[in-house]
């Protein structure tokens, strides 16, 4: 039975090794490891992708969200608002500097922050908004925003999932004060290990997070501040720069892969399938569907090869970690609803119809 990766990296790393072949043996040869010329190259190069002044590299992503939150100025105490529906270190990077994670609801449609939500969470100690672009597709910035105004607070986009995504004009992680990124392997833009990023329009923030991430330095053994050490290596930025160069191609397979997606399920019954809202130039890290029996489906589909996975199966304020925050069963609707029925089918750049028509038959098959 051949196997049907959910996300296919060596088709991703075969595309591009001919590329770095020459610049890792350069890194090697000159043993320049940290700090080496290519890092300052990709953040060049990756803020001028995302539209903004500034990128700072980190050694993944959950590091760049906590580093982004303490150089906008969020600290102990403060209350920082976030969807309930997200990977954990979403919330794990709040917690982590002392603030308060605030967890709100979603909408039933594509999954994100509900900003009805975020209104009705808004208090006194409200200090940032993180708004997730999960799967890729872009949170409603826009109302965020006026949300964040309108109390003196930050936003703080994580984007870990949304490389290339766009709205209009603007691109995800140009939106907010500041964003995160994460390029763990699997992602849009992906290294070959881990790394993220902190992108900013703010000169003020991007060196704060940089001394932040650089031990609280702001030159050779001076230390103004508690930092951390979280730094993007010369070899994961010499990889994100030869995938950078494809990332809008890349992105257009996803979104074809989309659309065969689409085709493919429309009279398959029992399926609901993710739709952008309107505005939004999604790039669909995953192809997250409904389905009322969800593990049986994921079963026959794991029985027959292919990769389905769950993201996420449960939402942060059920997770032992946050208990201590007192939420129960019930207190999400939305999110606890869609926890028990997405189901992520494979998606990559290098799919072909062939693979897809494969897991869609076998879906079709599990659901009757």
Partial sequence: ????????????????????????????RSAAFIGGPAVGRFEREYAEYTGTGHCIGTGNGTDALELALRACGVGTGDEVILPVNTFVATAE????????????????????????RVADALGARTRAIVPVHLFGQLAPMDQIQQLADSCGAVVVEDAAQSQGARRNTKVSGSFGLAAATSFYPGKNLGAAGDAGAVTTDDPDVAAQVRMLGGHGSSSKYVHDVVGMNSRLDTLQAVVLSAKLRRLDGWNAMRRAAVQRYAELLADVPGVKIPVSAPGNEDVWHLYVVQVQDRDGALHELHAAGIGAGIHYPTPVHLTKAFSYLGRG??????????????LSL???????????????GVLSEALQ
């Fill in 329 to 342: 069963a019930g207190d999400f609707p939305v999110a606890e609803a869609a926890a028990g029925r997405i």
């Fill in 93 to 116: 990077a709040v917690a982590r500097i002392g603030a308060v994670p605030v967890l709100v609801d979603v909408d039933p449609e594509q999954l994100l922050i509900d900003p009805a």
């Fill in 1 to 28: 039975m051949e196997k049907l990766p959910l996300v296919d990296l060596p088709a991703q790393q075969a595309e591009i090794y001919d590329d770095i072949r020459s610049e890792v043996e350069e890194v090697l």
């Fill in 346 to 360: 494979p998606l990559f750049p290098h799919i072909t119809a062939g693979q897809q028509e494969r897991v869609v």
